[in-house]
């Protein structure tokens, strides 16, 4: 990746107004009915901030949820443009995390779709510092009715000034804000367009539940087009990817897998996308390999947090190599530490990655107090992983999820990886189990591919004949589907728990 880092404007919110004075007539956000140009965007944006300093004066929190649609990328920009700090939330929550995550960004507004609002209802009265809420999203008139012509007053907000609170995803906990300076954003855009290789000729599409500020923000900053496919179903994102001419395909390690696993893949093509782009996990590599070989187009990883904007990594989108999550973007650091001792490890060596950059995180809303910054800027991620010696990341696993079997370092994505060589494996999870013998034993929470359940022990069995012992499956149980959040995350100690109480079906 290119060490420079491009040049940014102050603020968040200028990007927009760079892009809109730039290339006005160009497309910039598109879904099957609705087209917005640049200058369209940019004028939209100005008249809702206008209307959200109407409603609240003062600098605030105002919230953004909304399942992908054009409204969210107003709203975001708009927010911003009043001075206020936007805090986008998972439409997806339900009433215990919606309360969780809007209670500790201390958001007094809310820009929510109808679906999320439904269950914030449930919970509206535990939340004294929500004053406003407005209704966006399909089916509703919010936005046109927050619009305003007054002319937005000056609120002075520059770089080091909190832009954003991006939460955590929660996968091992109660999610966390993290604040994101203007600096933060606008370099990650940049450094994003950079590393994806996008400019004014790109056309994106977006195949997320979700509108990531990541997405939005990098397309902006390279005044792209964006195209929204709301669609789970891969096969409509392929369908929309042709119509509309899009050049990269942004999709869910788990949506991609399930196209790659598609027998009625080889009828169906893409006639403009050039590169596919997966993120939010780890994309398997036989999947990635499958979709490469089928459409001839790279497909290619990166790697990032919630505290770092959220990208620091990026393979190349030409020459990806298949299970690394690439090289630092502009600007940015990386080195893996010894889990025990903390000394920084050679090119090969398996530790803690740490990361350091502009697009590190300012600290944390609302607690928790500690930062896992490091005094000279370096930030612990609790992702376990090596650096080869070209300085690509290789991801082994979550440090809380990796686990020792008399003494031994087990990181269940090694066991996953040799259970997913069985055909009869069509998913697999494994967890830690706690084990009076051994410490912890690995367990398997296993989807089977048209296999009969009673061939799940040999399944096992096969695998562990592949794994030395400290790896092996000690307990298993089948599901008819892994349960993943909207972003394709995993909550591994639920999963744990679930099959801590059936009977052991392998030794």
């Known amino acids: 990746m290119a060490d420079t880092l491009p040049e940014v404007p102050d603020r968040l919110d200028q990007l927009l107004s760079r892009a809109a004075a730039a290339h006005p007539a160009r497309r910039a956000v598109v879904t099957d009915d609705f087209d917005m140009d640049y200058a369209t965007f940019d004028a939209r944006v100005t008249a809702v901030a206008a209307g959200l300093q109407a409603l609240a004066p003062e600098p605030t929190v105002v919230a953004v949820g909304t399942v992908l649609h054009p409204d969210v990328a107003v709203a975001y920009y708009a927010a911003v443009r009043a001075g206020h700090t936007v805090a986008v939330v998972n439409p997806l929550l339900r009433e215990d995390d919606l309360l969780h995550v809007l209670g500790l960004g201390g958001a007094r507004v809310a820009l929510l779709d109808t679906g999320l609002n439904a269950r914030l209802e ?121 119509r509309h001419r899009a050049t990269i395909l942004y999709s869910l390690p788990v949506r991609l897998a399930r196209l790659a696993a598609d027998p009625d ?17 780890g994309l398997p590599v036989p999947a990635a390999r499958r979709l490469s070989k089928r459409f001839g187009v790279p497909v290619f990883q990166g790697y990032g947090l919630a505290e770092t904007s959220p990208l620091t990594h990026s393979d190349d989108p030409d020459h990806p190599v298949h299970g690394s999550v690439g090289t630092p973007v502009a600007g940015t650091e990386c080195r893996v530490v010894d889990i025990d001792s903390r000394a920084v490890l050679a090119a090969g060596g398996v530790g803690e990655v740490q990361l350091r950059g502009p697009q590190v995180m300012q600290g944390y809303a609302g607690g928790p107090d500690g930062t896992g910054l490091e005094p000279d800027g370096w930030l612990s991620t ?126």
């Open 382 to 507: 609790g992702d376990v992983g090596r650096i080869d010696e070209d300085g690509r990341l290789f991801l082994v696993d979550r440090l809380k999820d990796v686990f020792k079997c008399d003494n031994f370092l087990v990181a269940p994505s090694d066991v996953e990886r040799v259970l997913r060589r069985d055909p009869r494996v069509a998913d697999v999870v494994v967890v830690e189990l706690a084990d009076v013998e051994h410490g912890a034993v690995a367990g398997a929470l296993v989807v089977l591919a048209g296999a009969h359940p009673d061939d799940l022990a040999d399944v096992i069995a096969q695998a562990n004949d592949a794994l030395p012992y400290y790896q092996h499956v000690r307990d298993a149980m089948t599901l008819d589907a892994i349960p993943r959040s909207g972003n394709g995350k995993i909550q591994r100690r639920v999963l744990a728990e679930q099959l801590t109480h059936r009977q052991p079906v392998a030794s």
């Open 265 to 281: 893949l080889d009828s169906v093509s893409m006639t403009s996308v050039r590169r596919i782009a997966s993120g939010g996990s």
């Open 122 to 242: 449930q919970v509206r009265d535990r939340l004294p510092e929500l004053r406003e809420v407005v209704l966006i999203g399909a089916g509703t008139d919010g936005l046109d009715a927050l619009a305003s012509e007054q002319p937005l007053a000056a609120h002075g907000k520059g770089p080091e000034d909190t832009a954003a609170l991006q939460f955590t995803s929660g996968t091992t906990g109660r999610p966390k804000a993290v604040r994101l300076s203007h600096r933060n954003v606008t370099v990650n855009a940049a450094q994003i367009a950079q590393a994806h290789r996008l400019d004014g000729d790109t056309v994106s599409l977006n195949h997320l539940p979700t509108y990531h500020p990541m997405h939005l923000n990098s397309a902006i900053a390279a005044g792209a087009t964006q195209v929204l496919c709301a669609s789970p179903e891969p096969y409509a994102a392929l369908m929309t990817a042709n």
